[in-house]
């Protein structure tokens, strides 16, 4: 049973920055992509990014390039998000995902129940 934990959320002010946190446990990590999803309310969830099972590549949308870095230490079975530069529309429940496959496409399930980023104005 995989599980996923994500951590770091919180209140900051526009322009500032955080660190999000998931840790994975069961499963081998490394046989899978991983990502990051955010859900505003009322809105849909939607992608954040996304990052291959090596760590060697990386995938954004526009609303996020540029300002948000997805890494990963296969050693520690962790994933994290550097949010620099955040604006009010980045507030949302972000949620981590695991990718069946090696590369961030296709299914993917979420296993946590997300972490509250909020940021003022």
């Known amino acids: 049973q995989v599980q996923l934990v994500e951590s770091g959320g919180g209140l900051v002010q526009a322009g500032g920055s955080l660190r999000l946190s998931c840790v994975v446990s069961g499963g081998i990590f490394t046989s899978h992509a991983m990502g990051w999803f955010r859900q505003a309310p009322g809105k849909e969830r939607t992608f954040v990014a996304g990052?291959?099972?090596?760590?060697?590549?990386?995938l954004y949308p526009d609303s996020v390039k540029g300002r948000f870095t997805i890494s990963r230490d296969n050693f520690k079975n962790t994933v994290y998000l550097q949010m620099n530069s955040l604006k009010p529309e980045d507030t949302a429940v972000y949620y981590c995902?695991?990718?069946?496959?090696?590369?961030?496409?296709?299914?993917?399930?979420?296993g946590g129940q997300g972490t509250q980023v909020t940021v003022s104005s």
């Open positions: 990052i291959s099972y090596d760590g060697e590549n990386s």
């Open positions: 995902a695991q990718y069946e496959s090696i590369r961030p496409y296709g299914t993917y399930f979420y």
